[in-house]
C-alpha cells in the first residue's frame, strides 16, 4: 500500500504548552521506533494561536489505521490528549487563507 503523508493538529492545553511539547518531541521517535512511518523528516509547526502542526509519512495506510493498537503509541496518544486538544486544520485561521504561514519549532529531541 503507498504511504500517506498526514498534517496533525494539537492545540494544548491552558498551562500545558511546555509538557506538550515534550510528548511531542516523542512522537515522531515512537512511530518510527513501531515501524509506522518513514524515515522522511518530521516538520513541526506553530499557529498563531498556539496549535502545532506535525506533518510526517505513514508507511502504509494500514500502518496509520493499526497504530492505535501499538501499546506504546496508544499510551503515548492518551498522555498527548491530556495535554492538548486534536484539531481539524480548518480550526486554524491560518487555512483559511492561501499561502498559510506558520511558524517553524525546533523540539530538540
Known sequence: MPSAVVIAAYRPHPGKDGEFRGLL?????????????????????????????EIFEWVSDEAARSAHARAPIARLWETMAGAAEFVGLGALEEAARPFSHFEPVELGA
Do not use: F
Open 25 to 53: 518531541a516523542q512522537h515522531a521517535r515512537a512511530l518510527r521506533d513501531e515501524g509506522l512511518i518513514t524515515s522522511r523528516p518530521t516538520l513541526v509547526l506553530r499557529a498563531r494561536d498556539g496549535t502545532y502542526l
